[in-house]
């Protein structure tokens, strides 16, 4: 069984920065893919980032690239998403993710993924 619990949200104002946290409680990572989605109010679950547990392979979505970095700490067994120049558009509910089985071409896809996270808020004031 796979225990994601996520951490770092808040409310920051437009332009500034935060970093989400995901504590993941299993064993064997190496085959793993890791990722972060949101959900805005109103809105679908989406895709933000998602990193190769192995090969450190990185992925985003248009909307963050430049502005978000996903990493991981294989000792600690965390990962983060630092996001910067942060606007009001990325007020959502961010989730950590775990695939198991996984393409990169599926990366994006939030039906790759078999665990989830409670996800932590993070608000962007104008």
Known sequence: QVQLVESGGG???AGGSLRL???ASVRTYNNYAMGWFRQAPGK???FVAALTWSAGTTYYADS???RFTISRDNAK???YLQMKSLNPEDTAVYY???ATYW???SLHLISTYAYWGQGTQVTVSS
């Open 11 to 13: 409310l920051v104002q």
């Open 44 to 46: 679908e679950r989406a």
């Open 64 to 66: 963050v690239k430049g």
């Open 96 to 98: 950590c993710a775990v």
């Open 21 to 23: 946290s995901c504590a």
């Open 77 to 79: 067994n965390m990962l």
């Open 103 to 105: 393409m990169s071409t």
